[in-house]
């Protein structure tokens, strides 16, 4: 008897499970069958007015000779193009990255930058042209020296391009 125990708990409780199974799928399908599902109809389409495009005697836009007329204008240099006969300043030899602003000095009102180049102290103010890119000192202030630049970009064509020499921190403060 005690060998039948076990088997005899477990058709107890499978008898009782199947009946549970029973009721859940009998209120599932009573709830499917109360359940009415709601669709918004979809909206009418739009209706589409086509456009009809008449050039008639207009320019193409895309007209490969027309882009390059264009661009020919352009080339010759440009409005940003330096002027290549103003004579060259002696600050115009080295490059602006060998150049370190190391303080100002006013003299007569006007600000002056104070840039070192090697172990040279060198005065600059705006309007002085500086470094190899035709760079035309546009500001100085106490803690930078504004530069704009003049570069060819990969076309050929001339841009400007903003510079800062920021005032650099001397070694013998930090001590």
């Known amino acids: 008897m005690k060998k039948f125990a076990p088997l005899a708990c ?37 209706t589409f007015v086509p456009f009809a495009y008449v050039a008639g005697d207009a320019l193409d836009p895309f007209n490969a000779s027309k882009l390059l007329t264009e661009l020919a204008k352009s080339r010759p240099g440009g409005a940003q193009a330096p002027d290549q006969n103003r004579r060259k300043e002696f600050l115009e030899s080295f490059p602006l990255d060998a150049m370190k602003m190391v303080g100002t000095m006013e003299k007569n009102n006007v600000v002056n930058g104070l840039v070192q180049i090697d172990r040279t102290v060198y005065q600059v103010k705006k309007g002085q042209y500086v470094g190899q890119n035709y760079g035309l000192i546009t500001a100085v202030t106490d803690d930078a020296i504004t530069v704009r630049e003049i570069v060819q970009d990969a076309a050929g064509d001339w841009v400007e391009r903003m510079s800062k ?10 001590k």
């Open 165 to 174: 020499l920021e005032l650099q921190e001397s070694k013998e403060s930090s």
């Open 10 to 46: 477990a058709l107890l409780l499978t008898a009782c499970g199947e009946s549970d199974v029973q009721q859940v799928r009998t209120w599932m399908k009573q709830v499917e069958s109360e359940t009415k599902p709601t669709v918004k109809p979809l909206p009418e389409p739009k």
